[in-house]
Structures are given as C-alpha cells and as structure tokens.
T-cell receptor, first 114, second 113 residues
C-alpha cells in the first residue's frame, strides 16, 4: 500500500515570495504522483502530475514539482506567489497502472498575505 | 473535458435520517467513478469506486453505501446517518485509462446534527 506525508499543515508566506510545499511518499512499487489544489468549498483541481520521464514537472498557475526517487519526495514549488494562490494543496500517489485510484496526504494550507 | 455535477452543495440532516447524494458526469462515457470524504483537518478518504454500471467496490467499512444505476450517475446513500458521517463529500471521475487523472465535482458539505 502507498502512503503520503505532507509535513506542513500550514504555510504562511508573503506575496511575491517563493514557496515550497513538502510531500513525501512511501511505496514498494512504482508510483504516479500528483498535486491538487482546493479553493474554499470547492472540489479539487489538478495542478500537475508525474507519470514518468523528466523528474521536473511543470503545472498550471506557475507551479512546478520535482520527483526525487532516492528521497521519495515530490515537493511543490512556486518562485513567486500571489494572493490568489491561497488554498489547500494536496499531494497524492497512486500505484503505476491505477492512476485514478489515489491516496491523498492530509493537505497543506497555503496562506498568502500582503 | 469532463464535468462533474454534485448536489446539493450543502445539507444539514438529523442523526438517524436517510441520505442520498447524487453525482452525474458529462463529457465522457464509461468513466470510473469515485466517492471521497474529507473530514475536517484531514485528507481525502476513498469511500467507494465503480468501474461500471452496478459495479461498486467499498474501500472502508462504514455506514454508507453507493450505487451506480446509469453509466454516468453515482449515488451515495445511507439509511440512518451518524454524527460521524459529517464531512465534505466529493465525487470524482476518470476515463479509466492508465494515466488518467481524477476530475472532481464541487462537493457536498454534510452536517449531521
């Protein structure tokens, strides 16, 4: 079975500052990795995904993530955040071959302030 | 692209009452369908998934059940709600191909009082 750990429940950051949201996973088999964003009282929207190939993945809204197999990590980064990036961010993993059956982390609340 | 409709958006129900949440999908056929629950301060927990009409798999033992009467319709039900059933319920859909990500509806916030 897979598991996901998001080390920070909340990350406060000032607008235009860089941010990194951490995600570590555990699995005994090959995995797919995802980051989703959830705005208040809404469903989740896919930010980016890693299936194979280049370990640096670029997503929507200027976000990117890097798959590090040796450290079993998939941290999400953005060089300059905006107020509108305030949301809950979820890291998720699935076993290769079952991309839509996800195990989610507990989420990180990104709070961007002026 | 897929669009997932969920209703109602919010629901307040007394303990012991029945529940029916509906989800319909547009823009794809024969999708895999999922019900997730998000409890306060916790991640998303997969409750049920379905790969076709009448085919339901339960991921965790609980007070809820799911049904799929039509290809793009997925229903979450309970005969008698418990306080612990409160949460944010999300329906999701995927095309079923290996690298197909999940698409989510906007969710139903259920409060059991």
């Amino acid at each position: 079975a897979q598991s996901v750990t998001q080390l920070d429940s909340q990350v406060p950051v000032f607008e235009e500052a860089p941010v990194e949201l951490r995600c570590n996973y555990s699995s005994s088999v090959s995995v797919y990795l995802f980051w989703y964003v959830q705005y208040p009282n809404q469903g989740l929207q896919l930010l980016l995904k890693y299936l194979s190939g280049s370990t640096l993945v670029k997503g929507i809204n200027g976000f990117e993530a890097e798959f590090n197999k040796s450290q079993t990590s998939f941290h999400l980064r953005k060089p300059s955040v905006h107020i509108s990036d305030t949301a809950e961010y979820f890291c998720a993993v699935s076993r290769s071959g079952t991309a839509s059956k996800l195990t989610f982390g507990t989420g990180t609340r990104l709070q961007v302030t002026l | 692209s897929q669009t997932i409709h969920q209703w109602p958006a919010t629901l307040v129900q007394p303990v012991g009452s029945p529940l029916s949440l509906e989800c319909t999908v547009e823009g794809t056929s024969n999708p895999n369908l999922y019900w997730y629950r998000q409890a306060a301060g916790r991640g998303l927990q997969l409750l049920f998934y379905s790969v076709g009409i009448g085919q339901i798999s339960s991921e965790v033992p609980q007070n809820l059940s799911a049904s799929r009467p039509q290809d793009r319709q997925f229903i979450l039900s309970s005969k008698k709600l418990l306080l612990s059933d409160s949460g944010f319920y999300l329906c999701a859909s995927a095309t079923g191909f290996d690298n197909s990500p999940l698409h989510f509806g906007n969710g139903t916030r259920l409060t059991v009082t």
